[in-house]
């Protein structure tokens, strides 16, 4: 294979495993502790947002927004949620796993994310919005959020493919009430397996960190923790073992943190990398009548996870899929494809929502890796792959 999705476990491979190992030879305690609350700081800091919580990976980070949303009654069992019909299994699932009914939402064809105006067509039918900004892309994400607002409802967004991504100024994770971010290989900054859940909202912070680690108060902040205590009148002796929400245990280790604190140094290098291999490649894409184009002109920074390749037929989809696999590039489908198509769905979802742009895209396109460490050689295959003129 010439060019694989994912290239390496880390940014600085080499500088970051080093600086590992020096950390776990002089370490005594590597459970969650000062490395991880550290990151938390700093990633809510680069993201601009007041608080961040870190846990052990983007689709823990999912299930524990919906739970703490659940625990604080801003959503409900039986609750009809909006989710992005070209999204990851483990977006939707904690809302089914939770007893609430996902609603798929279209996506546009050329930005490959839901649109005010796929999102008009669903207006009606949820209580709230779970949104995925799919691949570092957006839409026009100012006109959703004001959608949300003027129809009473509760948006959040799952930002696991678009850590640094900007529209309108502002970072992508950071329209809804909270967001959530992985830190899987392969996405924009690794800590091997991690992720996050950012928001600006106190109470919601306090129930995070309960519903991370056993639905204790050990880790929320001491006037939070008396009142608590006060309030249920913990006595001495049971204090550290009241548990007083729904919870689970998707703690990180210090491990996590501490690579997290090293990767967070290189960020700023990895998305305008990423940004600048994204538009290379792109240029070449826009020239070729065989593919559909992408819409991203809207966007101050694409933050880019992976490139798509929109074929504009069938018979495009076989020639490109035929040339990247013959020639060492690794390609998967748009995310996992039509979520709605994947078995999971079709036996725990018995509605069904036409959702015809993702049933094209699930049909008609790929991506291969987008990552930090493509060389510039790498570069010059993609791109002369991409031409039309090959056959
Ligand atoms: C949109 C989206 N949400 C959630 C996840 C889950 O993240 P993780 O692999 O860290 O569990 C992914 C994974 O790539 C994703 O793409």
Redesign the pocket.
Known sequence: MKIRLVKSSFYNEADTKKRLADFILKTDILSMGEHSASFEKNFAEKQCRKYAVFVN????A?LVLLQALMNLGKLNRGDRVGVSAL??A??IMPVIQLGMIPVAIDCERDTLNVSPRTLKEKINEIDSLFL?NVLGFGDDIVSIESICKENNILFFE?N??SLGSKINGRLLGNFGLAS?F???VG?HMSTI???MITTDDEELHHELLMVRAHGWDRNVPHEKRNRLREDNGADEFFALYNFYTLAYNFRPTDIHGFIGNIQLEYLDEIISKREKNFLDIYQVISRNHELLPIRYEHMDVVSNFAVPVIASNPQMFLKYKKRFQEDGVEIRPI?AGDITKQPFYKKFVSESHSCPNADYLHKNAFYFGNNPDLTEEDILILRKMLGSDLN
């Open positions: 990976s983007g689709s823990t999912n999204t990851w483990t977006n995925t799952d696991c493919e959530t992985s830190f899987f996405h397996e991690g992720g995310i």
